[in-house]
């Protein structure tokens, strides 16, 4: 199971992700990949399943997948709104994935408050 200093972690390496893909370094290529790949379906897994236990394997695979679906739909959303360019779809990614992740972490606390018979 995920815990919420994991969540501050994510948080972590999507602000690096963000500053390795807009400054013109070696490197961009792998650090889009995780952050377009990887990223935005983790932060929305980790808010969508706040009870059970995921493998590994499983957890993987339903990140790679919703990444691809909300960064498709945030293309969409963003060739409306603005342009189609490296800068709106970073932060756009970059937004969505950490208020995934704080929401996940607010839901599993919630929850923790729960099982201990709290308010």
């Not at 501050?8 to 500053?19: E, F, Q």
């Not at 400054?23 to 290529?29: E, I, N, T």
């Not at 498709?72 to 970073?90: A, K, T």
Request: glycine share 8%; with cysteine; net charge positive.
């Amino acid at each position: 199971m995920v815990k919420p200093r994991d969540a501050l972690i994510i948080c972590v390496i999507v602000a690096l992700c963000t500053v390795w893909i807009l400054a013109p370094v070696y490197g961009r290529a792998v650090a889009g990949f995780i952050f377009v790949l990887f990223l935005p379906g983790g932060s929305l897994v980790y808010a969508l399943f706040p009870h059970k236990e995921l493998d590994p394997i499983e957890a993987l695979a339903l990140s790679f997948g919703l990444s691809i679906c909300v960064t498709v739909l945030g293309g969409v959303i963003l060739d409306v709104l603005w342009e189609i360019s490296l800068i709106p779809v970073v932060y756009s990614l970059s937004l969505f994935s950490i208020l995934c992740f704080l929401c996940g972490a607010i839901r599993r606390s919630i929850i923790k408050k729960k099982d201990r018979g709290g308010p």
